[in-house]
């Protein structure tokens, strides 16, 4: 079926316009029109258009587009359709998808009001904006194309676009309030106290910088975006009346308003006789479409004054339906369905009162994820924010110079040592009260508040540390708050949370099975007013470091008196003790894990320490364990969760950009229901891991012992599986040292051993549920 019959009619009765005088006016003025002078000219106006009319002209071979004002009275200052010109000529120059303009036309005697002509292009729109023509694996990647575009628009410097003069810029938020309360007053058929409410609360609320200067589209929807016919990417952005000089938020919320519609009310489209969650289930997630959005322009969320520009869209919604309403009314309105535009005036203005008024929301937030269980306190979702902007503005740009020292001095011993470059972000993220955030008693932040930041530092492997909440020294410190002394945590609490050491955490050991801690041969024998420590440990994470002072270290103070559970003990040992030897690094896959400060075989020959360095008590080891790993497993978690995310977000990103056997990766299915599964998987993890925080929270770590073994399990089996798919998508690169997802598999697949294997966890799961279930069939008999 021809495209005109597709998505056009016969020029409707109130549109028509002097075809002679317009095909004269073409073959004069339009180079290459005329070179069929023998074919007819065929002129159809498209259904879609709430504003301007649009027709398709054809003549001969040749296609085109016209815009033109439309006749009849029309409010002052709208349907500027010369200013629509200016800006595609000047976007076409500098290479962003518009159609080409060809022609503009300001001699209203040729059709009756101004008009200007741009080239056909030749591809897919999309009406509905579940996208249902679209194949499942197509549907992200199409919004992930609208939303790139909308960002490369936003990225434009109006001075190189010579588009200055194009509108005012500064003080745009207000003067868009004026300006659709004025065209709403103007073109009013009934009193809708809301719309006057909602303008006197954005006049009330104006964000507190309003003079951005960006080039914006006013009306960024799916339907005026032509896509390559076969592609997923943006060919053209069509409907320039609305664009101007002005803040660009006010666009990207316009673009995302569908995720806050009110259930009963669609708009500009066909896709009303969908319910409001099944056209979410064919949309991609709003926080993924906000963190491409901010990626692209390298913004920090949440936007400031969020709440605001998610009003002006819905009072901005509903000024242009009243004027499409008021077209209608006069009879010169260009869509066929102008006369349904007034039952959703009353709704929309409704809701972006309702929007206003509803506190503040952010803008890399769900709306539809507000009635999550694992919400984070006020102050936890400030700081989470801060964390966020800290790790864009400057972790992430310190990336390639970390990479740099540690490949540069791979086989130096400067290997173990810190780049400068870290040791100055930790000073600026402890300036910032970006420090110890993992500690409760510190930071006032409750596990699950600290859940959230644990897994955003997670996505970059170096991050944990400039914040002072790196593995193993979170867990330790934890230990000494918890349990030490008034003078344990002088002497090595403090210069931990300072940050003016680190530690490391000994507990597994060489010569025997560790998954059963109970095996542990490492002698902690009581010498008059000292301890004797004797053994070997392995796997003693950041051993390496030049900065590792002190060690925490688990062994056997027997007492065959008591349960097996009740003849260990933790001790402090200095790590300048003599008879402390660091034996060699041991390597994972390969790797020697510098960054992290390695993981080495300890051995402790009959070091003696005061016994003051005991820890609680004899026999208390495996209370302390308890206490340490509840809180440090769901660290541990979401840090994987986060460097899952980042794998996932890699994978899409070479399956986008990659082709074979003529396709690109994503459209092959298998590479789909790899992205597709990772997504579910990873926010499975991510619910279990919050629900296991919550418990501790609320219950504490021992009462949440089942929560936490379930993630211990679980988190890990995600990420590998995760990471693996994502190497699989960058076939051989994946397993090179060129990304970082082979380093990335060792070290997810490391922590299926770390803390237990998963083999224990399961039997301590299965053992718990046993005992639940059995006290519950009693309860029933």
């Given at each position: ?11 409707r ?12 006016y073409?073959r004069?003025?339009l ?7 023998s074919?007819g ?9 709430q504003?301007n ?18 006749h ?8 500027r ?5 200016q ?6 120059a ?16 040729v ?10 292009v030749q591809g ?19 919004y ?11 990225s ?14 500064k ?22 106290p ?8 954005l006049m ?5 910088n309003?003079?951005?200067?960006c ?44 995720y ?6 669609m ?5 009303s ?17 906000m963190n491409?959005y901010?990626?692209c322009?390298?913004?920090?969320l ?20 009243q ?11 260009s ?12 709704p929309?203005?409704?809701?972006g ?16 994820m ?8 006020t102050?936890?979702?400030?700081v ?20 740099e020292y540690?490949i540069?001095?791979?086989?130096s011993?400067?290997?173990?040592k810190?780049?400068?470059v ?28 600290y ?10 492997f ?25 003078e ?6 403090e ?5 003016e050491?680190q ?9 025997v ?12 024998q009581?010498?008059?007013?000292s ?7 392995w796997?003693s994470?950041?051993a ?28 402090i040992?200095?790590?300048d003790s003599?008879?402390?030897e660091?034996v ?19 051995h ?11 820890i ?6 495996f209370e ?20 899952a ?8 990103a ?13 459209q092959?299915?298998v ?6 599964e990772s ?15 919550k ?9 949440a ?15 590998c599986?995760v ?7 960058f076939?051989g ?5 060129d ?7 060792a ?9 237990g294997?998963?083999e ?17 069939l009693?309860?029933?008999?």
């Amino acid at each position: 079926m021809a495209e005109e019959e597709l998505d056009t009619s016969a020029v409707r009765s109130n549109h028509k316009l002097d075809e002679r005088s317009l095909d004269e006016y073409l073959r004069r003025h339009l180079p290459g029109y005329g070179a069929e002078p023998s074919a007819g000219l065929t002129v159809r106006q498209y259904r879609s258009g709430q504003s301007n009319a649009t027709y398709f002209i054809k003549k001969g071979s040749n296609k085109y587009v016209l815009r033109k004002k439309p006749h009849g009275p029309l409010l002052p200052g709208a349907h500027r359709v010369d200013r629509e010109y200016q800006v595609e000529k000047a976007l076409f120059a500098a290479g962003f998808p518009v159609p080409k303009p060809l022609l503009y036309c300001n001699d209203v005697s040729v059709v009756g009001t101004e008009f200007y002509v741009m080239e056909h292009v030749q591809g897919r729109i999309f009406r509905d904006i579940t996208l249902p023509e679209a194949s499942p694996a197509e549907r992200g990647a199409l919004y992930v194309a609208l939303v790139e575009t909308l960002a490369c628009l936003h990225s434009f410097d109006i001075r190189a676009l010579k588009l200055t003069e194009y509108g005012r810029g500064k003080g745009y938020c207000k003067r868009q309030v004026v300006t659709w309360k004025k065209q709403y007053e103007r073109a009013a058929h009934s009193d809708i106290p809301a719309m006057d409410q909602l303008a006197q609360w954005l006049m009330d609320n104006l964000p507190s910088n309003d003079n951005e200067e960006c080039l914006i589209h006013g009306d960024f929807r799916i339907d005026n975006i032509i896509f390559h016919p076969t592609e997923t990417r943006v060919i053209a952005v069509l409907d320039w009346e609305l664009s101007t000089i002005g803040h660009s938020m006010s666009d990207l919320a316009y673009f995302l308003s569908t995720y806050f519609l009110p259930a009963n009310v669609m708009l500009f489209g066909n896709q009303s006789d969908k319910s409001l969650g099944e056209i979410k289930a064919g949309m991609p997630a709003f926080e993924d479409l906000m963190n491409i959005y901010s990626r692209c322009r390298n913004i920090p969320l949440p936007i400031p004054d969020w709440n605001f520009f998610l009003a002006l869209t819905f009072f901005k919604l509903a000024g242009i339906s009243q004027g499409i309403y008021a077209r209608y009314l006069i009879g010169n309105a260009s869509a066929e369905n102008a006369s349904t535009f007034a039952e959703v005036i009353k709704p929309m203005a409704e809701h972006g009162l309702k929007l206003a008024k509803r506190g503040n929301h952010t803008a890399n937030e769900d709306p539809s994820m507000s009635g999550e269980l694992f919400l984070q306190s006020t102050k936890g979702r400030r700081v989470l924010q801060h964390v966020k902007n800290f790790m864009q503005q400057h972790v992430y740009p310190a990336q390639e110079e970390v990479l740099e020292y540690y490949i540069k001095n791979e086989n130096s011993p400067l290997r173990w040592k810190k780049p400068s470059v870290i040791e100055k972000l930790k000073e600026k993220a402890k300036d910032e009260g970006l420090w110890n955030l993992f500690l409760p008693a510190v930071s006032g932040l409750s596990q699950t508040d600290y859940a959230f930041i644990a897994e955003e530092t997670g996505k970059l492997f170096f991050a944990p540390e400039i914040f002072n909440c790196q593995a193993p020294d979170t867990g330790n410190m934890e230990v000494l708050h918890m349990y030490g002394t008034k003078e344990q945590k002088k002497q090595w609490l403090e210069p931990l949370l300072s940050g003016e050491i680190q530690s490391c955490f000994c507990m597994t050991e060489p010569d025997v099975a560790s998954s059963d801690a109970t095996n542990m041969e490492c002698r902690i024998q009581r010498d008059h007013d000292s301890y004797v420590i004797s053994g070997k440990k392995w796997w003693s994470s950041g051993a390496g470091n030049p900065n590792c002072k002190v060690a925490i270290v688990m062994g056997k103070t027997e007492n065959s008196a008591l349960s097996r559970y009740k003849q260990h003990s933790m001790i402090i040992v200095p790590m300048d003790s003599k008879g402390v030897e660091v034996v060699r690094a041991l390597k994972v896959f390969g790797y020697e894990d510098t960054p992290h400060g390695g993981h080495f075989e300890v051995h402790f020959n009959d070091v003696r320490v005061p016994v003051s360095n005991l820890i609680l008590g004899e026999g208390r080891g495996f209370e302390i364990a308890q206490g340490r790993l509840g809180p440090g497993r769901i660290h541990h978690c979401m840090r994987t969760i986060g460097a899952a995310e980042t794998a996932l977000q890699l994978m899409c990103a070479r399956a986008a950009s990659r082709k074979t056997f003529g396709k690109k990766l994503y459209q092959h299915e298998v590479v789909a229901h790899w992205i597709a599964e990772s997504r579910i998987a990873i926010e499975q993890a991510r619910l279990l891991t919050l629900r296991a925080a919550k418990a501790i929270d609320t219950v504490g770590s021992a009462r949440a012992r089942k929560e936490i073994a379930m993630i211990k399990v679980v988190a890990p089996r995600m990420a590998c599986e995760v990471a693996d798919r994502a190497i699989q998508v960058f076939g051989g690169a994946g397993v090179s040292q060129d990304y970082p997802l082979a380093f990335m598999y060792a070290a997810v697949r490391t922590l299926r051993i770390a803390d237990g294997p998963d083999e224990v966890h399961l039997s301590a799961i299965a053992k718990m549920e046993l005992l639940e279930q059995s006290k519950l069939l009693s309860a029933k008999m």
